[in-house]
């Protein structure tokens, strides 16, 4: 009992000292561009948490966040380093729009929003494929061919969307607004945030149980522990890595279809170029330790920075940047305080065998 | 030419310079490895320093080395005071040691470990005054050797002599020799300890690290006696008798195993015919049969891995020529903490992973009932009597004898028809051993087949039914006990017949 | 003779294109060999790049920026050399983290110079020693040769080769030769963190003269590809880079000559991380790298 106790005691030391290393180091930057932190602080307090509304708004980047790291997670927790979060979000965006717009079939808007969601899922899932497939019969180095594939899934989908989907009321490289009753509806009038967020909610709920109650989870975290022995065990560890690839780009892609649907309602080359939920998600992941429930704190923890930093800016002109800057901080000092934690209860057990 | 670092210059010390460790304490992860050691080793003679694994052998060989700093008191050469920070600091006192698990990288030639180790550049004079020296020395020692291979292609006796006569090289007057016999085959030991009677004779002082005492009775002059870190014995080896020597090693009288029934082998659970492991090897025949252990001897190295990855390959895809009756298989791996256990993941996890698809601990869809799961764990922690606070422990903390502990309850808790053991007793205590073995015997007295595949003859041949020796991917069949040791040791040398 | 023209632009280009990533393919070379691998180059190149430009502005010396670039990309590099090296934290997930630092930070500095109108450098600041023709590249250009033929002959001929070998395949055994694994490979990461701030400092003072939100544009990525590529070998890594620079020029060359009438100039940008791609299933079976890539050294037991 000590044991747990006082290993739960040092998380959550770690877990205060990378929230207030962010905050810290927040308010030091924004001193040094010349602006009090009290003036900083109510700016925040004012846009983000005044009211519900702003809340809801500063929380709208929780789905996708949320989906890109338990895509990271699930698949860093089995070994399979998949750093291509971002094509396969972007693959998932496109997919959905496409169902709703140039390809709609005839029906209500909850019934294409639920085939939406689940091409995007499978259109991520075979990207993420397509580094396992390389890894597994080429023996290509997975984060050199999902990090590549990123890339050529953006020449991909802004093709796609200047071409076959794009909008042809207009030469702008962009597809259609979605209509009304096919947008994700909204739980907050005046907000995007949307009933994805409690789905996502939901699936990392789902996914926690999976990891640690199932066959299928245990033997991702057998893999991810030490994949010879895992392989000795009987894991069928070629397969399964082909499974987690699938799983985890699943989960990119209905990111990518949820935002599509439910904030954006369209597709643009700015936001194809532009977006990275992808490789937040890794950063995400890695904050929340990799745990599910660990994931949805540091989902909800980037989505609150973000906001902060964008009433900021609105306020005092801080910089946009400053939201990535203060993640990567965020994220090596937890990487430390996790590799401290590691150290920490490694204390070896003495004893005659 | 970029100018490589050099060597620093060696100190020059008197011929009978003493090298001795003063009040040294260690601790290792915080526990206390090595308590107040006090030892001189004088020059021309072969000290033994006797232990069992985890005595603190290599703790204080390591701080001798320079590769770890003494937590308390010092070490002294020729009277004064030294600091070894690295074994650079070493190599100046002319300290060299010739590792248990050799220095060398097995991806570079040997010229090209020798530049690491001996800090020169590689200009061509360089080089081939080396190789003289080399070969002078090896000559001294009778040993003929070519050293202009590459690395893998030399035998593992032929490495360690290179690695003695890189030590030697390197201007080592001191030689330190952690548990070198433990990869030679038995004539290959005899050759070892007459070249360290040479060079001790020749001024040079030995210090020769090994748990088996019959080696020390042998070739040592005097014996220094290690338990649980702490110095419980040391002084001329003659003062003191072997079973004086295994009971304060061990602290009570030795164990001996329990004798046991003459075997009754039953059916085949394991024919392998004609297996060829590579394309121009002997083919391999091999049958073991129900309550009966037969052990594979051999120095390490000589395919005895490739022939279990293809036994165990044949689990998963049929394998050519070999034929398996058996439905539950027991592997006990060389290598525990790279193929048998996952370090990261609780004791609980590790016990029952092959038990994962099976009910009651994991219904049809692969829901696993935790409840039930950890009640088992617990179960298998006492039975065993694996020491460890809980099952929500991870099995990297454990010690390695628990580790092989947890592992043995794993394959061994339910019965099996086959149980494969390569080299179970790695790294482990005299205790731990013996529960290993009388582990195996449980399983063989159960009418399991026991297939063991072991690199320590004696301990081999304690429990062995039928003996068989694997020499360069050659099997060959003994009629042990009949066969002498001496002739297994040549079978295991691949020395041809009609040698005198 | 127009093709005499554009056969020696596209040569040109070519070699510059190759340059930045043969300079910052040179550091992390020697990391990998040592059994480091550096996700973050992206980054660092980026905080090269900032830093350098942001120095440029300020002061209108190209030596300054060089060194601030260095300089900057070296802190980086330092910081995870001792995350990854004495903490042992995951490698590839440290470099990730890195990347993220780097492009918050690339593009808070560059809205605060855009604040203070710093944003343009002083036209003339650069360096090109030799004439026009083929040869009229920067001097970076020359300095990178020089130094891929260097790390080169330090790998196969000296002794410090041999030890980086060694560190990267057996560091248990390095260090029972007595060698300091640790600090070497310390040592060897911030080179190569110095490299890519080099190559950085090239891509926008040198060659662009300007600065452009995440303007390395996954170069950092490719340099890793190059690499292994190359077998993690100096000749390979620049007969990669070179290829490489090939592309970009060849694909630039065609987008400017009007064949995005015919094919759309996506599949121009995307091709070269495409043949990246093709390129690394053709190593296949030969991508054994150093045996220790990634794996914290002295192991827990």
């Known amino acids: 009992m000590n044991a747990t106790w006082s290993s739960a005691v040092r998380t959550l030391t770690v877990v205060a000292v990378v929230v207030a290393v962010t905050v810290l180091g927040g308010a030091g930057l924004i001193l040094l561009a010349g602006h009090p932190p009290t003036a900083a602080w109510a700016a925040i307090v004012d846009g983000v948490f005044a009211q519900p509304l702003t809340l809801a708004i500063a929380l709208e980047d929780v789905a996708p966040l949320l989906l890109c790291g338990l895509a990271a997670a699930c698949a860093f927790r089995a070994g399979v380093f998949n750093i291509g979060g971002q094509g396969q979000f972007l693959l998932g965006a496109v997919t959905m729009m496409a169902l709703a717009t140039t390809w709609r079939p005839p029906g209500p808007g909850w019934l294409i929003l639920v085939l939406g969601c689940i091409a995007a899922t499978g259109a991520g899932a075979g990207w993420a494929l397509l580094a396992g497939g390389l890894e597994r019969w080429r023996g290509v180095n997975v984060v050199l061919s999902t990090i590549l594939l990123n890339y050529i899934a953006i020449a991909v989908v802004l093709w796609l969307i200047e071409g076959p989907f794009g909008d042809p009321s207009t030469s702008a490289p962009q597809t259609a607004v979605l209509a009304r009753s096919d947008r994700l509806p909204v739980m907050l009038p005046l907000s995007h945030f949307h009933v994805g967020v409690v789905l996502a909610l939901v699936l990392a709920v789902g996914w926690w149980l999976v990891e640690s109650r199932t066959r299928f989870g245990l033997e991702l975290r057998m893999m991810g522990g030490n994949a010879e022995a895992a392989q000795a065990l009987g894991v069928a560890v070629p397969r399964r890595r082909l499974h987690t690839f699938a799983l985890s780009g699943a989960f990119a892609g209905l990111a990518g279809a949820m935002q599509t649907a439910g904030v954006t309602y369209f597709l643009s080359d700015s936001m194809v170029t532009r977006n990275s939920f992808g490789y937040l998600g890794v950063a995400v992941a890695l904050l929340g330790a990799l745990h599910p429930l660990g994931v949805v704190a540091a989902a909800i923890f980037f989505a609150l920075l973000d906001g902060s930093v964008r009433a900021l800016e609105q306020e005092l002109h801080a910089p946009r940047d400053l939201a990535d800057l203060l993640k990567g901080l965020a994220l090596i000092v937890a990487l430390i305080g996790g590799a401290w934690l590691m150290r920490s209860s490694q204390r070896r057990i003495r004893g005659p065998a | 030419m970029i100018a490589a670092a050099a060597l620093r210059p060696p100190i020059p010390t008197p011929a009978a310079a003493v090298l001795a460790v003063h009040g040294v304490s260690a601790t290792y992860a915080g526990i206390p490895a090595l308590q107040r050691i006090d030892l001189a080793f004088v020059p021309g003679q072969i000290h033994g320093i006797v232990g069992e694994n985890g005595a603190g052998k290599s703790t204080l060989m390591n701080i001798l080395f320079g590769l770890r700093q003494p937590d308390q008191g010092w070490i002294s050469f020729d009277g004064q005071r030294v600091r070894l920070r690295s074994p650079r600091d070493a190599q100046r006192y002319g300290i060299g040691m010739v590792h248990q698990h050799f220095a060398v990288v097995p991806t570079l030639s040997y010229a090209d470990n020798l530049v690491l180790a001996l800090g020169q550049g590689l200009g061509r004079g360089n080089r081939a005054a080396l190789r003289n020296h080399i070969t002078a020395l090896a000559t001294q020692l009778g040993w003929t050797l070519d050293i202009s291979g590459p690395i893998g292609a030399a035998t593992v006796g032929q490495q360690q002599r290179l690695e003695i006569l890189k030590a030697l090289a390197m201007g080592g007057r001191t030689l330190i020799l952690d548990e070198p016999t433990a990869v030679l085959a038995p004539q290959e030991v005899d050759d070892l300890l007459t070249a360290l009677r040479v060079l001790a004779s020749a001024g040079r002082t030995i210090l020769f690290i090994t748990h088996k005492l019959s080696e020390v009775e042998r070739c040592c002059d005097t014996v220094a006696i290690l338990r649980h870190g702490r110095l419980v014995h040391s002084g001329p080896r003659q003062d003191i008798s072997t079973t004086s020597m295994a009971e304060k090693m061990v602290g009570t009288a030795p164990m001996a195993l329990a004798p046991r029934a003459a075997a009754e082998p039953g059916a085949a659970v394991l024919n392998v015919h004609a297996l060829r492991l590579t394309p121009h090897a002997t083919p391999i025949t091999l049958t073991v049969r129900r309550g009966e252990i037969t052990a594979i001897a051999g120095v390490d190295g000589n395919g005895q891995s490739a022939l279990i990855v293809a036994i165990l390959r044949h689990q998963q895809a049929p394998v050519a020529g070999i034929d398996l009756q058996a439905k539950r298989v027991a592997v006990i791996p060389e290598d525990r903490l790279r193929h048998a256990v996952i370090a990261d993941m609780t004791v609980a996890d590790n016990l029952l992973f092959r038990d994962r698809a099976r009910p009651p601990w994991s219904s049809q869809w692969g829901w696993l009932h935790r409840g039930r799961w950890q009640q088992r764990a617990a179960k298998l922690i006492q039975e065993f009597s694996i020491r460890t606070p809980s099952g929500q422990v991870r099995v990297g903390q454990l010690s390695g004898g628990n580790q092989q502990k947890v592992v043995i309850a794993r394959e061994l808790a339910e019965p099996a028809d086959l149980v494969i053991a390569v080299n179970p007793t790695r790294g482990l205590d005299l205790a731990a051993t013996h529960f290993v073995f009388e582990r195996l015997l449980a399983a063989r007295a159960a009418g399991a087949g026991v297939l063991l595949v072991h690199f320590d003859l004696d301990e081999l041949l304690s429990i062995a039914d039928r003996v068989l020796v694997m020499h360069d991917s050659t099997l060959t069949p003994t009629a042990w006990p009949v066969t002498t040791r001496a002739e297994l040791g040549r079978l295991m040398l691949g020395v041809p017949e009609k040698v005198t | ?301």
């Open chain 3, 1 to 301: 003779m127009s093709t005499l023209i554009i056969a020696t632009a596209i040569i040109q280009q070519t070699l510059s294109g190759a340059v930045p990533l043969a300079v910052a393919g040179c550091g992390e070379l020697l990391a990998q060999r040592a059994g480091v691998i550096n996700v973050g180059i992206e980054g660092l190149m980026l905080t090269g790049c900032i830093a350098g430009f942001a120095v440029a502005s300020l002061t209108g010396s190209i030596w300054l920026a060089v060194l601030a670039a260095m300089l900057a990309a070296g802190v980086l590099a330092a910081i995870f050399a001792v995350v990854t090296i004495f903490a042992r934290v995951d490698q590839i997930v440290t470099g990730m983290a890195i990347n993220l630092i780097a492009v918050g930070a690339s593009g808070t500095i560059w809205e605060l110079l855009q604040a203070r109108g710093l944003d343009r450098l002083a036209p003339g600041i650069g360096w090109e020693p030799f004439g026009p023709g083929v040869f009229h590249q920067h001097g970076l250009f020359w300095i990178a040769l020089i130094c891929l033929m260097l790390a080169g002959l330090l790998l196969r001929r000296t002794r410090a080769g041999i030890i980086i070998a060694a560190i990267g395949d057996a560091p248990d055994a390095a260090a029972a030769n007595g060698i300091a694994v640790r600090r070497w490979r310390f040592g060897l990461v911030v080179n190569a963190g110095l490299f890519a701030g080099l190559a950085g400092a090239f891509l926008s003072v040198m060659r662009t003269h300007g600065f452009v939100p995440e303007m390395t544009g996954s170069q950092g990525f490719l340099v890793l590809a190059l690499v292994i590529f190359g077998r993690w070998t100096a000749a390979g890594l620049g007969l990669g880079c070179l290829l490489f620079g090939a592309i970009t020029a060849i694909q630039q060359h065609c987008q400017a000559a009007g064949w995005t009438s015919f094919i759309p100039y996506q599949v121009f940008t995307g091709l070269p991380y495409v043949v990246a791609l093709i390129a690394l299933c053709i190593t296949y079976g030969r991508n054994v790298g150093p045996l220790t890539l990634n794996q914290p050294w002295p192991r827990q037991r």
